[in-house]
């Protein structure tokens, strides 16, 4: 993979970071839901299943975005 040029704020780190955040997030979000439905555990697995697209998704714009 080839270096950014200084002062890019893109970087490895910030691919993982979005990744596992955004993942998180979703999870969370699918563990409230699924709280309020009565199955949390479930909520969490959706959560997580639809958080992995998402993330990829959110990755690619802000790698894509105009500079």
Do not use: C, D, K, N
């Not at 709280?35 to 959560?47: D, E, F, I, N, T």
Request: glycine share 16%; aromatic share 8%.
């Amino acid at each position: 993979m080839a270096s950014s040029p200084p002062g890019s704020p893109h970087s490895l780190a910030t691919a993982s970071g979005l990744l596992l955040g955004t993942t998180g997030a979703a999870m969370i979000v699918g563990a409230l839901i699924g709280w309020a439905l009565g199955s949390w555990g479930l909520g969490l697995l959706v959560g997580a299943i639809a958080g992995i697209p998402l993330a990829v998704f959110v990755v690619y714009r802000v790698y894509t975005a105009p500079r």
